[in-house]
């Protein structure tokens, strides 16, 4: 009985079939995009709290460049901040607040005046301006530093805000990072 033989070129087929399989998922798009928020988030000051903000946004496994991530970052830093500043300000109008607190609670409020400001200016400056959308991303985190400082001038410790504070400066560094790359 006669043994069919194979093809001789099919074992070569399979070699170069085999790794382009995994040089086309490799290049896939959300892969580029997590290398990319992986690399961003090395550089920032806090790589956890970096990889759960960006993946936090669906938007991120489609990003292809550091535009796109910049867009994220900012806009996640626009929602952050205007949620805390209206967060101070439910404190601040609220009957039940010491009366006391209220002048580093109104502190706070202008800082996040700012910092919304901030982010909104970077968002804004991204295409046409790279330098200055840079410097507002890294100031953005200032309002947070103020509100902090606030806060301890008056004696108030309120460790909501403190965390809100904390994410108001990663997202701001974050921002920073990203648009840093932008200026290359």
Do not use: W
Request: hydrophobic share 40%; with cysteine; aromatic share 6%.
């Amino acid at each position: 009985m006669a043994m069919a033989m194979a093809h001789p070129l099919i074992p070569a087929f399979f070699l170069l079939i085999i790794p382009l399989l995994f040089l086309t998922h490799s290049l896939s798009p959300a892969h580029a995009a997590s290398e990319l928020v992986d690399g961003v988030c090395h550089e920032s000051q806090n790589y956890s709290f970096c990889i759960q903000a960006l993946e936090s946004d669906p938007k991120t496994p489609a990003a292809k460049d550091y535009m796109d991530l910049a867009v994220i970052s900012l806009n996640l830093g626009i929602s952050n901040t205007t949620d805390t500043r209206s967060y101070i300000n439910d404190l601040y109008e609220s009957p039940e607040t010491d009366p006391s607190k209220k002048p580093a609670l109104k502190g706070c409020i202008s800082g996040y005046d700012g910092a919304v400001g901030s982010f909104k200016s970077a968002l804004g400056e991204l295409k046409e301006d790279a330098l200055t959308a840079n410097y507002d991303a890294k100031v953005a985190g200032d309002g947070a530093v103020s509100c902090e400082d606030q806060l301890a001038s008056g004696g108030v410790k309120d460790s909501s805000i403190s965390a809100r504070n904390q994410f108001t400066l990663s997202l701001s560094n974050i921002a920073d990072v990203i648009t840093t790359h932008l200026l290359h």
